[in-house]
């Protein structure tokens, strides 16, 4: 099974937060393609080396926590939301967010409860603590940035009840000017979060970053797949992996395709499923997108604040 079901409540929307269920969800675009996480949920301290061109990333864990891996990055995703749904409602974007980790688990669509509470909070420490090293938006200059991905996370318990009554994270330049920029996020579909593999979820980013709402959609072979996942997996066993997403169908969004070309090789193709033939059974609709109009982001639960020069 590739999609777990949504959590208890999952549907209904808290008035007090920016919730994914009411608003577009935004990844950066920088990190949808390349291999900036780990793949697998077993624990990874084998660093990432991607030199393709000109382009580069080397992603590096810290022996104590490990890699970040995919699932963390829904927080940087999270993160990402309500930087771009601040700057769309006429707030001045930070660096820095205070949140409860109540509204952030409900918006990745995580269940909440004590033990999701210490898997945050792993989660927070391996994206603090895995250094990241690239030239991606270098343009065109001998140009590097290093970085973790988040400068700092904070918490506030409550002495008396030892229950958290707040916390922060703090968005690194790299990745907070990426998601400011014209054009450096795309929204994303909210099942996105109920994917439970990697790949899965992988081979959904890459698929929204070159797809699109291209007619034609996109197609990589297998081998480049491969070399841009960063996976620790042998060759043989990712293509199996691979295959096994396009066989279960369950990407929301995209279809997924496997064709020979000339040389053998086996080609991965992504498209939409609005753009498929109404007569194939992976058609569907395009979706009407939804906005609630009230306090969300601007409430008191989830603040924006100038972060420390």
Known sequence: MTKRP???GDQQPDLFAANFADIPIRD???TMERPFFSLAKKPRIAPIEY???DTWVEVSANSKFGLATIWDADILIWASTQVTEAIDRGMAP???IHFYPHHLLKSIRRPTGGEHYRRLRAA???LTHTAVRTNIRANGRKKAASFHWLESWTEVIDEAT???TGMTLTLPDWLFEGI????GVLTIHEDYFLLTGGIGRWLYRVARKHAGHQELGWQFTMRQLYEKSGASSRFSDFAIDVRRVVEEDSLPEYALAIHKNEEGEEVVTFIRRDQLNVSD????SPRHRRRRIGRGITSKSITLTESAA
Do not use: I, N, Y
């Open 124 to 126: 927070l420490d391996r």
């Open 281 to 284: 059974p992976r058609f569907e």
């Open 6 to 8: 949504p959590p208890k």
């Open 94 to 96: 930070s660096r820095t």
């Open 180 to 183: 400011t920029m014209k054009g």
């Open 162 to 164: 030892g229950e958290t």
């Open 51 to 53: 030199h393709v061109g």
């Open 28 to 30: 950066q675009r920088d």
